[in-house]
């Protein structure tokens, strides 16, 4: 079955510094992964995925994600947080064999502090 | 990125009566259409997943009696909670995707959501 973990419910950090928001994933066969940012009583909106190729992905907003097959990570990450990175993060994963459903992960919150 | 638009984004309802949520792709033919519940400080719950000209897929749970879907076309797709409840108060967002290749490598896209009251 596929599954999405984002084991960390808040990330806090500071202006400036770097962020990362993990997310592990678990499909039978390749994955296709995604992530989502989610502000206050809005959609999600669509930040990179990961398909094929380069295990790292460059997507909005200055974010990059990296994949790691060995690990079946694909961390989001930031060098230098801003005050209005603060959101709601949702990695999200489809099978390549099960191309139906996109699964979603639990969320992390980030909260950068000025 | 692609637009998908939801209507409308805040409804208040009395127990009882049935609400419509629309879901339009704005530029681009939506061949695939997703129902999502969620709670708050929670993950999307897919509720359904609808393909143009034929009947949605419900997630196991999902009274299919309760929350009529229709995609009556590439670029719609709609929402009914019936004889709706205050349970059944909650943020419900849509997402539509095209076709793309390799099959399921597209992104999908989302709808601002529509946040339902019911009194």
């Known amino acids: 079955a596929q599954s999405v973990a984002q084991p960390e419910d808040q990330v806090n950090v500071a202006e400036g510094n770097p962020l990362t928001v993990k997310c592990t994933y678990s499909?039978?066969?390749?994955?296709?992964l995604f992530w989502y940012v989610q502000y206050p009583n809005r959609g999600l909106q669509f930040l990179l995925k990961?398909?094929?190729?380069?295990?790292l992905v460059k997507g909005s907003y200055g974010f990059e994600a990296e994949f790691n097959k060995s690990q079946t990570s694909f961390h989001l990450k930031k060098p230098s947080a801003l005050v209005s990175d603060s959101a709601l993060y949702f990695c999200?994963?489809?099978?390549?064999?099960?191309?139906?459903?996109?699964?979603f992960g639990t969320g992390t919150r980030l909260q950068v502090f000025p | 990125g692609a637009v998908v638009s939801q209507h409308p984004s805040r409804v208040i309802c009395k127990s009882g009566t049935s609400v419509k949520i629309e879901c339009r792709s704005l530029?681009?033919?939506?061949?695939?259409m997703f129902w999502y519940r969620q709670f708050p400080k929670q993950s999307l719950m897919l509720m359904a997943t609808?393909?143009?000209?034929?009947?949605?897929?419900?997630e196991q749970g999902v009274e299919k009696d309760k929350f009529l879907i229709n995609h009556a076309s590439l670029t719609l797709s709609t929402l009914t909670v019936t004889s709706a409840h205050p349970e059944d108060s909650s943020f419900y967002i849509c997402?539509?995707?095209?076709?793309?290749?390799?099959?399921?490598?597209?992104?999908?896209?989302f709808g601002q959501g529509t946040r339902l009251t019911v009194v």
């Open positions: 609808s393909n143009e000209g034929s009947k949605a897929t419900y």
């Open positions: 999200a994963v489809r099978d390549a064999y099960n191309t139906d459903k996109l699964i």
């Open positions: 499909v039978s066969g390749n994955p296709y």
């Open positions: 990961y398909i094929t190729g380069d295990n």
């Open positions: 530029d681009f033919q939506a061949t695939t």
């Open positions: 997402s539509a995707q095209g076709q793309a290749y390799p099959i399921g490598a597209t992104e999908a896209f």
